[in-house]
């Protein structure tokens, strides 16, 4: 059962997650095979990180004989769902289109991905307002501005 209150995970604790997801379950020994050449992070380091995300509650324990087990109690779609709010919640909302420009500017795309791209786009485009309103505190970004 995966836990559904926000949990903060750190660009190194997503590195961690990432191969959690990945595999569903883990040993600390797979995630340290996988990750100390990539990220060279000594065993240490990626122990001490499964650490905290158990303490987080990002990640639950089974034991095993004299090994644990680590499998996700975050689901990575909602994660990353989260994560995409916050970039967006950062910035004034008549910058949420530069940014998801942004995104899609580097990212790595598939025609599919495009495609749906497109899709979702031509969607919105119906509803769409001619201009997003700002919603931020005065003096909080230049569109209070004189």
């Known amino acids: 059962m995966m836990i559904p209150t926000q949990i903060s995970i750190s660009e190194a604790e997503w590195e961690i997650m990432r191969v959690v997801w990945a595999n569903g379950t883990v040993t600390s020994r797979e995630v340290i095979d996988t990750l100390e050449n990539k990220m060279n992070w000594k065993q240490s380091t990626i122990k001490t990180l499964i650490g905290r995300l158990v303490e987080k509650e990002a ?3 089974t034991k095993d004989g004299r090994k644990f087990i680590y ?3 975050i689901s990575e779609d909602d994660t990353v769902r989260s994560f995409s709010e916050d970039i967006l919640a950062r910035v004034c909302k008549k910058q ?3 940014v998801i420009q942004q995104l899609v500017e580097e990212a790595a795309l598939s025609q599919t991905d495009i495609e749906g791209l ?3 786009l031509q969607d919105k485009l119906t509803n769409a307002p001619v201009e997003v309103p700002c919603e931020c505190a005065v003096g909080q970004c230049d569109c209070h501005v004189a």
Request: aromatic share 0%; net charge positive.
């Open 59 to 61: 990640l639950k324990t």
């Open 96 to 98: 949420n289109g530069k």
């Open 71 to 73: 499998s996700a109690n």
């Open 118 to 120: 497109m899709n979702q």
